[in-house]
């Protein structure tokens, strides 16, 4: 017996090709009386549309890539696992592009791209090259950062200034005068985290000579010890901490710990993302939620109506963040 294709189905059931694929597809532009007819003749045939005869006849790889960094943290895991869910609603398998932060790894990046048939991508590491994103646009490929905003793409983040200034701001109204920070270098959204640091500061009239804002090269637990051994050292006694990423905030405590300090009784921690886990931590974490579930949604309903060939309502999509209060902040001793 020969095996049935997607256009004996077409003949069968009397439409074209196309629209078998759009009943395939889940896509709703489709007459109710021929999608069960469709429906009913690929449960009788036993056809089994393959992803070669799919993407033939739509012109379409079905493939999206996101731009990630090589070592990834417990937010970006989360939000990928996200995305990943959505974008297999839509139809599309996930393709990782993992990039370090430097100026090969970022061309590597590039060429690869190019190379690879994709509908569309997502980033979640912010890439510097001016090349890559003139790439983007030469190419018409729909493109969607996500986190951050750069060389005009849509983007879904939130506002990281805000909410750092809000984060700080927590601080500053449980009393504490003496705040530190533990951040990154290189990305923008790191820029408007210390941006949003000083200006509450700064509100605050917290002389400059007083904070100390100290970078340290990743945004692990690791890089959080580190960091806060850092400012231990230092010649200031800080009564809170901010730090730019939960897993910062992490080390941080961890360090304080094995100095014999404790959180929040003697210093306050404050941390950035309600990644699952802070709310499991001892003590639980003070911390911005960024909305992960919908920015990841967000994200690739945008990629897809682009990769549609529809426009986005909104460039730029600014979701809500929200300071979550738990354990590890505190009036200062």
């Not at 360090?255 to 210093?267: C, F, H, Q, R």
């Amino acid at each position: 017996m020969n095996a049935v294709g997607i256009k004996d189905i077409a003949r069968q059931a009397g439409v074209s090709v196309s629209m078998v694929s759009r009943v395939i597809n889940g896509k709703s532009y489709v007459n109710e009386a021929k999608r069960e007819k469709i429906l009913r003749l690929i449960n009788e045939t036993g056809f089994v549309p393959s992803n070669t005869a799919r993407n033939m006849v739509m012109k379409r790889s079905f493939s999206i890539a996101i731009v990630l960094p090589d070592m990834f943290n417990i937010f970006q895991r989360q939000l990928v696992a996200v995305i990943e869910r959505q974008l297999d609603y839509f139809g599309y398998q996930l393709v990782f592009f993992m990039v370090n932060f430097d100026d090969a790894s970022e061309a590597e990046c590039l060429a690869r791209i190019k190379s690879e048939k994709i509908d569309g991508l997502i980033l979640i590491q912010e890439v510097r090259n001016i090349e890559f994103y003139e790439y983007l646009v030469q190419r018409n490929i729909p493109a969607v950062s996500v986190t951050f905003e750069r060389n005009g793409l849509p983007s879904v983040h939130v506002d990281d200034e805000s909410a750092a200034f809000e984060a700080v701001s927590h601080l500053i109204n449980l009393g504490h005068r003496s705040i530190a920070f533990i951040n990154s270098v290189g990305f923008s959204f790191t820029r408007h985290r210390e941006n949003g640091y000083y200006r509450a500061l700064a509100s605050a009239s917290i002389t400059l000579h007083e904070p100390v804002a100290i970078s340290v090269p990743q945004f692990t637990p690791e890089a959080g010890v580190y960091g806060m051994r850092g400012l231990l050292l230092s010649k200031h006694q800080h009564t809170a901490i901010f730090a730019a990423t939960d897993e910062l905030a992490f080390g941080a405590i961890r360090a304080l710990k094995d100095y014999g300090i404790s959180v929040p009784n003697e210093v306050s921690v404050i941390g950035f993302d309600d990644i699952d886990i802070s709310n499991f931590m001892v003590p639980r974490l003070t911390t911005i939620r960024q909305p992960i579930q919908e920015m990841g949604e967000r994200a690739v309903q945008m990629l897809n109506r682009l990769i549609s060939g529809k426009t986005v309502p909104k460039n730029k999509v600014l979701l809500e963040h929200r300071l979550i209060i738990r354990e590890s902040t505190a009036v200062p001793a």
